[in-house]
């Protein structure tokens, strides 16, 4: 099976400050993506990438960038947290072309106070 | 603009029967449509899927039902266990992204 591992389940931020969220997935898949879930907004996507240090803007990008350096990794970067951004965070993964499912972390769930 | 909905916020049902869970969507040239499960405290778990090309799809316990005329998806889960109590997204895509509904929150009663 598919693992996609998010190195912490929950997080406590203060505003201002940058926080590093991380993702590894271990079935060498290509695409990997960044998705923000709220309460009545369902899963919104933030980035994505095709590849090693490729990167492409989802629907909500603003006040966030992404790393990727490795195939298994993908980071998402919040330069500076603001409240808006409390939320659970779910990093997925899939095989490279169109029409393949996503198998996804179990999330983090990050406090901005 | 795209969106991708589920008829009904909750569904409570009896342990045994049927499950139906709905899902409408507005995108006309979405070719890809998934469900997925979500319990508590984790991320969502890829049930099922089906392409455009095919109106019905058949897995353990599970059924997916496209109807393309009316822009309309379908999970249909037999005899519900209380394993099954847990939040359905469907989600559709056009190309490489997938855009997800709000989700219905299934709980099967004993």
């Known amino acids: 099976d598919v693992k996609v591992t998010q190195s912490s389940r929950y997080l406590v931020k203060r505003t201002g400050e940058k926080v590093f969220l991380e993702c590894v997935q271990d079935?060498?898949?290509?695409?990997m993506f960044w998705y923000r879930q709220d309460p009545g907004l369902g899963l919104r996507l933030i980035y994505f990438s095709y590849d090693v240090k490729m990167k492409e803007k989802g629907d909500i990008p603003e006040g966030y960038s992404v790393s990727r350096e490795k195939k298994e990794r993908f980071s998402l970067i919040l330069e500076s947290a603001s409240t808006n951004q409390t939320s659970m965070y779910l990093c997925?993964?899939?095989?490279?072309?169109?029409?393949?499912?996503?198998?996804f972390g179990n999330g983090t769930r990050l406090t901005v106070t | 603009g795209e969106s991708v909905g589920l008829h009904l916020p909750t569904l409570s049902v009896q342990e045994g029967d049927n499950s139906i869970i709905n899902c409408a969507y507005s995108?006309?040239?979405?070719?890809?449509f998934i469900w997925y499960k979500q319990e508590s405290g984790k991320g969502p778990q890829f049930i099922i899927d089906?392409?455009?090309?095919?109106d019905k799809r058949q897995g353990q316990r599970v059924t997916v039902l496209l109807n393309k005329t009316v822009k309309h998806l379908s999970l249909q889960i037999a005899a519900t266990q209380p394993g099954d109590s847990a939040v359905y997204f469907c989600?559709?895509?056009?190309?490489?992204?997938?855009?997800f509904g709000a989700g219905t929150t299934v709980t099967v009663r004993a």
């Open positions: 997925a993964s899939s095989i490279q072309g169109d029409n393949s499912p996503l198998h």
């Open positions: 089906i392409r455009s090309n095919m």
């Open positions: 989600a559709e895509s056009d190309d490489y992204k997938l855009s």
């Open positions: 995108n006309s040239a979405s070719d890809y």
């Open positions: 079935m060498d898949h290509e695409n």
